[in-house]
């Protein structure tokens, strides 16, 4: 599903000059649940935000089922994220002002649905995350996990083919955030979609398909998840 050839991420010139990323290279599988695991400072969330398209590599090339996703404009990034992605953060980012109801509509909207059935599929999804009766809840009457959950039903009420996470659990408690990794494994596993996740707790990549070790800008090991011992 996504390639990834020779990706660099370089910030100033000369004595100023920080390669983030050196030479990446990588392939997801469709569906896949990958976890990019590594310390603060390694490139990790560099990564995420060049393939997501957040961010701009330096040089490189990433593939999206054939589509060559590192020569779209920036309004053609815009609109592929738009129909294919969805993000979580972990600060949530939900529009203070906006309902549950219309922060989960938003992906919704942006694509141009509207009426009836855009609340129906939202209300669905809502149940799907365990918050059915919150529509009309504004985020800061919310704890944490129920409103990492409304992030979640957001990522994934226009069935994206992929889904990005930065440190989905970081400004969670350890057992809120074992049960956000196990709807996100639960919603993966329903709709075939695939999930990348970055982190820096090893117990959460431990639960991923595969897990890339990023170190100095590098991935310098892949290794299986299930459990595996990760040696930083």
């Not at 400072?41 to 590192?70: Q, R, W, Y």
């Not at 970055?198 to 117990?203: L, M």
């Not at 100095?216 to 595996?228: F, H």
Request: with cysteine; hydrophobic share 40%.
């Amino acid at each position: 599903m996504i390639i990834v050839k020779n990706l660099w991420k370089v910030y100033g010139k000369g004595e100023k000059r920080i390669e983030a990323l050196r030479g990446i290279n990588l392939t997801i599988e469709k569906g896949e649940f990958v976890t990019i695991l590594g310390p603060s400072g390694s490139g990790k969330t560099t990564l995420l935000n060049c393939l997501s398209g957040i961010d701009s590599p330096t040089e490189g090339e990433i593939f999206f089922d054939g589509v060559a996703f590192h020569l779209l404009n920036e309004e053609q990034k815009t609109k592929f994220r738009a129909e294919n992605m969805g993000f979580v953060f972990q600060f949530f980012n939900l529009i203070p002002v906006l309902t549950v109801l219309e922060n989960v509509e938003l992906p919704l909207r942006i694509l141009g649905l509207k009426g009836r059935k855009v609340t129906e599929k939202v209300v669905e999804m809502l149940k799907k995350v365990g918050l059915a009766g919150k529509e009309d809840k504004f985020p800061s009457q919310l704890s944490g996990g129920e409103q990492q959950r409304v992030a979640i039903a957001r990522a994934l009420v226009h069935n994206p083919k992929i889904v990005w996470a930065d440190e989905p659990t970081g400004n969670l408690d350890s057992e809120t955030g074992a049960m956000i990794i196990n709807l996100l494994e639960r919603m993966r596993a329903e709709n075939g979609t695939t999930l990348v996740v970055v982190t820096h707790d090893e117990k959460i990549a431990q639960r991923a398909d595969r897990i890339l070790l990023v170190r100095d800008g590098r991935i310098i090991k892949e290794l299986s998840g299930s459990n595996t011992v990760v040696e930083m």
